[in-house]
């Protein structure tokens, strides 16, 4: 494990099951239909890597990056977004796929943003859950995984930017999160 690690929450091969397994939800679900994966930049980056490998439907691809005003381990729910869709919504199915549910605040400015735009239906896939610290209420259609409330680094997950690239979901030890306030980016 990398040395700011405290512990392995999920191992490379938890998570490999897991996606799989909601790939062939998601596919079944949307059977006859197409939809527009709107990944969550950039945490939600590997995860919608590999989960569109396991959809066999037809899936197109979007990203939005937002920022949401916070400590780096906590967002306050004031979220502004930084790089928009790139095309219109209207009429498609949408899934949004996200890293991470926490106090659900971000989702839920995003959803209701797209909402406004007309799609055919939307609906969200979550790799984790951490409902333990939520404020606003989240509807996750497909979740990979429930977590205690722990900050998570990770497949795609970060501090600072740093340990996107592991391959596992690890609990950052507490001691290199000590303080700071910042602007960060989901
Ligand atoms: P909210 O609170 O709006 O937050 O649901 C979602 C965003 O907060 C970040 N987040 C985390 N990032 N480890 C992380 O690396 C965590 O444990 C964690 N909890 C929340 C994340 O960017 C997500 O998009
Ligand atoms: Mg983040």
Redesign the pocket.
């Known amino acids: 494990m990398h040395p700011d690690g405290e512990k392995i929450l999920l191992t490379e091969e938890q998570i490999k099951l897991q996606v799989t397994k909601l790939g062939r939800q998601i596919s079944q679900d949307y059977a006859n239909k197409e939809i527009l994966v709107v990944g969550?930049l950039k945490?939600?980056m590997v995860f919608l890597a590999d989960l569109v490998r396991k959809i066999t439907i037809p899936t197109y691809f979007d990203f939005v990056a937002?920022s949401?005003y916070?400590s780096s381990?906590?967002?306050s729910?004031v979220?502004r977004i930084l790089k928009d869709l790139d095309r219109s919504i209207q009429g498609r199915h949408i899934l949004i796929v996200?890293?991470?549910?926490?106090?659900?605040?971000?989702?839920?400015?995003l959803s209701d943003n797209l909402s406004s735009r007309g799609p055919a239906s939307i609906k969200l896939c979550a790799l984790?859950d951490?409902p333990s610290?939520?404020?606003?209420p989240?509807n996750i259609d497909y979740c990979g995984f429930t977590?205690p409330d722990?900050?998570?680094?990770g497949y795609?997950?970060?501090?600072n930017e740093r340990?996107r690239n592991l391959p596992y979901i690890m609990i950052?030890s507490p001691k290199i999160y000590g303080g700071g306030k910042q602007n960060?980016?989901?």
Do not use: H, M, P
């Open positions: 969550i945490g939600a937002v949401s916070g381990t906590k967002s729910g979220v996200e890293d991470i549910i926490d106090s659900g605040l971000t989702l839920n400015y984790l951490k610290r939520r404020i606003e989240v977590i722990e900050f998570v680094v795609g997950l970060d501090y340990y950052l960060v980016t989901a």
